[in-house]
């Protein structure tokens, strides 16, 4: 008999903190331990045996809990500016006061960051690893700015010396058939989220439910356990009532909003449904390739947020004519300063909001809710 949906939420997210507060059970986690960023290949430290957290996603999970003020004041105090990007200065925070919903992430004895999604992010690592004394590996993708052939070469040198490093941090000798089974276990955590995704214009859904779901991918996507859980969430969806018709079609574009209890902006929304979000396509990541190394560079190098203007513009005007959007929300967030989800010629009307996904002090919701009306108006006189 299947799990069902919280079962199966609950399970992976008990075991994802198992060890996060250094003051639980005074247990130390019996396995090496890394930091990583959003975008890093995974499956090769399944494979070998070491545990990595995500402090982009606990910043995410410290705004939900109402706890991100203090934590950025006193990252503030110390010496990031509350202009940095706001994970990092949540964390930070986190840190310097050991204090956080669920306490503070085992020390790690190694970080990796990636630039396939920001290049703000291996900065803040180089702090991480300055207060910790670990080693740091920052792995360098291209994206779309040289050939495939000579990108795939680079990119796998990368991802070959990171096993080197990783065999001899962790004692382990990679299985290359091991590190199959861990793509294998993404590719279909992705495949049935992609199904859950694509019911978000047909249905009637929140799009609270998917904001907050696709943590499990972020997280776990390497666990057989989440494939399973979103075949569970899958069914659940496409047995909702048909999407409401009459309400204007408008797409999300640009993150979550983490402090808020739904994640965007619904007292500004009436008359509105979201049929549609760019964020939820991020982690669809696609491992085709014959053998690991080419399914981890196309994965891995070719992320929506490494492509090159042009296909982020192309790739997103397509999600915006396959939603049915007819407008869009879209953030111009204070932590991106590369404006990565920020859109030129998508060619429906849109409301652009200076905001921040994770600090609500930055938010004018007489602003916004301003911005939106004057975008209802537009859209309903054309």
């Known amino acids: 008999m299947a799990q069902s949906v919280i079962k199966l939420q609950s399970s992976l997210m008990r075991e994802y903190y198992k060890y996060f507060s250094k003051y639980a059970r005074g247990k130390s986690p019996e396995k090496k331990v890394a930091w990583v960023t959003?975008?890093?290949?995974?499956?090769?430290l399944e494979a070998l045996g070491i545990l990595y957290y995500y402090p982009e996603s606990y910043a995410a999970v410290i705004a939900a809990s109402e706890r991100e003020q203090p934590l950025l004041e006193k990252s503030e105090?110390?010496?990031?500016?509350?202009?940095?990007?706001?994970?990092?200065?949540?964390?930070?925070?986190?840190?310097?006061?050991?204090?956080?919903?669920?306490?503070?992430?085992?020390?790690?004895d190694i970080l990796i960051a990636t630039n396939n999604q920001c290049n703000t992010l291996p900065n803040w690592w180089n702090i991480l690893a300055e207060r910790y004394g670990?080693?740091?590996?920052?792995?360098?993708?291209?994206?779309?700015?040289?050939?495939?052939?000579?990108?795939?070469?680079?990119?796998?040198?990368?991802?070959?010396?990171?096993?080197?490093?990783?065999?001899?941090?962790?004692?382990?000798?990679?299985?290359?058939?091991?590190?199959?089974?861990?793509?294998?276990?993404?590719?279909?955590?992705?495949?049935?989220?992609?199904?859950?995704?694509?019911?978000?214009?047909?249905?009637?859904?929140k799009p609270t439910a998917l904001f907050d779901d696709i943590s499990y991918l972020i997280t776990v996507r390497c666990n057989p356990d989440t494939a399973e859980l979103y075949k569970a969430v899958c069914e659940e969806v496409n047995s909702l009532p048909e999407a409401d018709k009459s309400l204007i079609p408008l797409f999300w574009l640009g993150y979550p909003?983490?402090?808020?209890?739904?994640?965007y902006l619904s007292e500004c929304l009436d008359g509105f449904r979201i049929c549609?979000?760019?964020?939820?396509?991020?982690?669809?990541?696609?491992?085709?390739?014959?053998?690991?190394?080419?399914?981890?560079?196309?994965?891995?190098?070719?992320?929506?947020?490494?492509?090159s203007q042009?296909?982020?513009?192309?790739?997103?005007?397509?999600?915006?004519?396959?939603?049915?959007?007819?407008?869009?929300?879209?953030?111009?967030?204070?932590?991106?300063?590369?404006?990565?989800?920020?859109?030129?010629?998508?060619?429906?009307?849109?409301?652009?909001?200076?905001?921040?996904?994770?600090?609500?002090?930055?938010?004018?919701?007489?602003?916004?809710?301003?911005?939106?009306?004057l975008l209802r108006e537009t859209v309903c006189t054309r």
């Open 38 to 44: 959003a975008f890093t290949p995974v499956e090769i």
């Open 77 to 108: 105090q110390c010496f990031l500016c509350r202009d940095c990007c706001s994970y990092s200065g949540c964390i930070e925070g986190c840190l310097e006061l050991e204090d956080g919903p669920r306490g503070t992430p085992p020390k790690p």
């Open 134 to 205: 670990v080693p740091l590996i920052v792995i360098d993708y291209p994206g779309e700015a040289v050939s495939r052939e000579r990108a795939y070469e680079y990119v796998t040198a990368q991802h070959k010396d990171l096993i080197a490093k990783l065999e001899e941090l962790s004692g382990n000798k990679l299985d290359e058939s091991i590190l199959e089974h861990y793509i294998e276990n993404s590719e279909q955590s992705v495949a049935w989220w992609k199904k859950v995704a694509e019911a978000l214009p047909k249905k009637e859904i």
């Open 257 to 263: 909003l983490w402090y808020h209890p739904e994640r």
């Open 276 to 307: 549609g979000s760019n964020y939820i396509t991020w982690w669809s990541l696609d491992y085709s390739g014959k053998d690991v190394y080419e399914k981890l560079f196309s994965a891995y190098n070719y992320t929506f947020l490494n492509l």
């Open 310 to 373: 042009k296909t982020r513009t192309e790739r997103l005007t397509k999600l915006i004519k396959d939603s049915g959007a007819v407008c869009a929300v879209t953030l111009h967030n204070k932590s991106c300063k590369c404006d990565f989800v920020s859109a030129k010629d998508i060619g429906i009307p849109q409301a652009e909001l200076e905001i921040d996904m994770i600090d609500r002090s930055f938010l004018s919701l007489e602003k916004a809710k301003k911005q939106i009306d």
